[in-house]
């Protein structure tokens, strides 16, 4: 029996994983994280567009503060998100983007004096004010009130992974790659590690800590054309779910990307629309203006994939062999602007496609596919699951600041903004607890997962994992996409499940313990069903349309009946299917009311009598405070308070609003 001890054990190396990995450093723990490749390979280097974060430097920027941010979080959401969560997190973001900053990422800076934009299709010019110049710069991104998305060229994931990850190991914590978490080790209501595979060996370890943060990101693998890497397969959220205790969070709740180059999927960014790309038709018509007169292009992604999907249906795609597609023209921008800003896009089209987008009237074929896992492993503010010991942040997580709908640029925001806050409320439970468990029940789960993998080695003529993932995708993509209807949502249930049971009987044709992507495939692909079926089975049920979440059958958002959290756990090993519960979201509590999100179809909610009251509540608190002379802060904490470290909920200095 292999057993490794750590204080602090952190499943994932991307930008959530890692920041939290510093938080455990910093007060000196034993600190180990497990990852399946390198850690800067993981996903989120592959961010391009942009970090939100209200620092208010730029002249498009100027006047943003958090409380502008917690609106466009909210709104953006459509009302499905925590909002106590959306502000510790919009009040901590300027701080991460600073922090970033100290350790070396070279975000793009102001520069004084004149420029010019693509702005809703036409040249701007405007002026840089000397006092910024220097300060960190921000771009059009994820259809927010202000330009807040900070970022490094279109390599912005990129250089703050790799910042992340330099100090994480600056400061001693211990790396250990190709080691994949497929079981949380729990006793009694408590977490003390997870049975990790060594791919290269083969054996299965347990790494026992005193607790235990899984940062593995996202599902999008289930679908079958997705932005996401190959690595995002929810598995390990699949051994959460395989619990029995710990809730997912919302798993209906998947944004679809507008932009992702025909046909591999590779994403081109919300930037190239930020900086004033513009999405074609057949005709080389700019039609997004026709259906969203104020955001055009840049209205949230739920809304911008859907009006994609009308305008292919009303004939206005483009046919190729991989399907109809739209085109999006970032050459109105000019070579100078692409070969600065938007390089990796250029070469990803040139590379995968042939194209030069650089050259006027040559533009990308792209159309909407899985890009973001909204929903996740279910914890509270502090990021704690129901079981103790256990949490979770970043993309993993339902920390629940996206509700329906993450805002583009919020989610790197969130991967570090969550690393620091839950990060830090996650290696103080460690510093405080004790990891006393028996060798005997160590050992119980390490038998459990070996003799799950030899069943699998030594069963004949089973069932093909690889055809039972395609299957998967496919069933997937078909029913659980933009639009979906109660008819092929049972389809995917009922086809799921049977892949459910199937999947049991599992069998492969190489037959080692050891690197076989054979074996992989075959225990991933067991846990990739149960999370499609969360996905699949939660969608059936919410019968409402809200943010990504579109039913054909119930196109309104329901607030009288929906204003609810789906979570979904496997109350039985041998089950087949999830069992869901809800968590009400109470009106009374939240700082801003349902209301209109400003942007897609007008009178499409069915409203929550609440609503009202409360929007009224908040306008007379809010008046009475402000012939008190009270601030916008003191405001704030009347509506409603919330927790956070007194390090990041402190005031930040911006242009206009010293300290
Ligand atoms: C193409 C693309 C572009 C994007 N661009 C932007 C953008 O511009 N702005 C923005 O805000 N967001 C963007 N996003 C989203 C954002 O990048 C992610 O949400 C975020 O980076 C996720 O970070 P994370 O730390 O939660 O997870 P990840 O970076 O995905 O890291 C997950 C880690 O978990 C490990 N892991 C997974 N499973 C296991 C297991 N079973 N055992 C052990 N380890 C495991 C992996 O090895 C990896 O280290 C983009 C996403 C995509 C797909």
Same mark, same amino acid.
């Given at each position: ?8 054990? =952190? ?22 994280? *497990? ?6 390979? +993981?996903? %989120? ?7 939100? !974060?209200?620092?208010?430097? @730029?002249?498009? @920027? ?14 953006? %959401? ?6 106590? =969560? ?6 901590? !973001? ?105 791919? =290269? ?27 996401? #890497? ?5 598995? #390990? ?29 590779? *994403? ?17 018509? @700019? ?12 209205? %949230? ?11 292919? $249906? ?16 970032? +050459? ?80 790197? !925001? ?23 468990? %028996? ?6 789960? *390490?038998?459990?997962?070996?003799? $799950?993998?030899?069943?699998?080695? /030594? ?16 069933? =997937? ?14 389809? !995917? ?17 190489? $037959?080692?313990? +050891? ?29 409402? +349309? ?76 809010? /008046? ?36």
């Amino acid at each position: 029996m292999k057993i490794v001890y750590s204080d602090a054990l =952190v499943v994932g190396g991307g930008l959530a994983g890692l920041r939290s990995a510093i938080g455990c450093r910093q007060l000196g723990l034993k600190t180990i994280v *497990l990852s399946l490749i390198p850690v800067k390979r +993981s996903h %989120s280097a592959a961010a391009q567009g942009g970090m939100q !974060a209200s620092l208010g430097n @730029a002249t498009k @920027a100027r006047g943003d503060n958090e409380d502008i941010h917690f609106m466009d979080t909210v709104k953006g %959401s459509d009302w499905g998100c925590d909002q106590k =969560v959306a502000r510790m997190f919009a009040a901590t !973001a300027p701080k991460a983007i600073r922090e970033l900053a100290s350790w070396g990422v070279p975000w793009n800076r102001v520069k004084a004096g004149e420029h010019s934009a693509i702005i809703k299709g036409q040249k701007e010019t405007f002026q840089e004010d000397e006092e910024a110049h220097g300060l960190i710069n921000a771009r059009d991104f994820g259809g927010t009130k202000k330009w807040r998305a900070c970022y490094t060229g279109d390599a912005t994931g990129h250089s703050m992974l790799y910042a992340v990850a330099n100090e994480a190991m600056r400061l001693g914590t211990e790396i250990l790659d190709r080691k994949e978490m497929v079981a949380v080790i729990h006793y009694e209501g408590k977490c003390y590690g997870v049975v990790a595979r060594d791919l =290269v060996t083969g054996e299965l370890i347990a790494f026992v800590s005193k607790g235990t943060l899984i940062a593995t990101g996202g599902y999008g693998r289930i679908y079958k054309n997705t932005t996401n #890497a190959v690595i995002c397969d929810g598995v #390990a959220a699949g051994a959460v779910l395989e619990t029995g205790i710990v809730r997912l969070g919302n798993m209906e709740a998947v944004q679809f990307h507008p932009t992702p180059i025909v046909p591999s999927g590779i *994403l081109l960014t919300e930037g190239c629309r930020g900086d004033g790309g513009l999405l074609r038709d057949v005709d080389g018509h @700019a039609f997004m203006a026709d259906y969203e007169p104020e955001k055009r292009d840049l209205a %949230s992604r739920d809304v911008v994939s859907r009006r994609m999907l009308e305008h292919i $249906k009303a004939g206005k795609g483009i046919k190729s062999p991989y399907g109809d597609h739209l085109w999006l023209d970032i +050459s109105i921008l000019g070579a100078e602007h692409i070969h600065k800003n938007l390089r990796d896009v250029w070469e990803i089209a040139h590379c995968f496609n042939g194209i030069d987008l650089a050259q006027k009237g040559v533009y990308a074929p792209v159309r909407p596919m899985q890009h973001y896992s909204m929903g996740g492993i279910r914890t509270n503010a502090r990021g704690e699951t129901k079981l103790k010991g256990l949490f979770a942040a970043g993309e993993a997580a339902c920390w629940d600041m996206h509700g329906f709908n993450r805002l583009g640029g919020n989610s790197v !925001a969130e991967a570090v903004v969550a690393g620091m806050v839950v990060g830090d409320y996650f290696a103080e439970h460690c510093k405080n607890s004790q990891a006393e468990i %028996s060798t005997e029940v160590i050992q119980g789960f *390490l038998d459990r997962e070996q003799a $799950k993998l030899e069943a699998i080695i /030594q069963r004949e003529n089973g069932e093909n994992p690889f055809k039972l993932k395609a299957q998967m995708q496919e069933l =997937v993509e078909e029913y659980i996409g933009i639009f979906r209807t109660e008819e092929g949502l049972q389809k !995917a249930v009922d086809g799921l499940e049977e892949l459910c049971r199937r999947s049991k009987n599992i069998s492969i044709h190489y $037959k080692e313990l +050891s690197a076989n992507p054979e074996l992989e495939e075959a225990y991933r692909v067991q846990k990739m069903i149960k999370i499609a079926l969360c996905v699949a089975k939660g969608a059936l049920e919410r019968k409402e +349309s809200r943010g990504a979440h579109s039913r054909e059958d119930y196109p309104k958002r329901d607030d009288a009946n929906w204003l609810k959290r789906t979570l979904a756990y496997w109350k039985n090993a041998e089950d087949t299917m999830p069992t869901l519960e809800y968590e009400e979201l109470d009106i009374m509590e939240m700082e801003i009311a349902p209301a209109y999100r400003g942007y897609g179809p007008q009178g499409m909610i069915i409203e929550n009598e609440k609503s009202a009251k409360r929007a009224q509540e908040i306008e007379e608190i809010t /008046q009475k405070l402000k012939e008190d002379g009270k601030n916008r802060w003191e405001i704030q904490d009347a509506l409603m308070p919330f927790e956070l470290q007194e390090r990041y909920k402190a005031r930040i200095e911006r242009i206009g609003e010293p300290l």
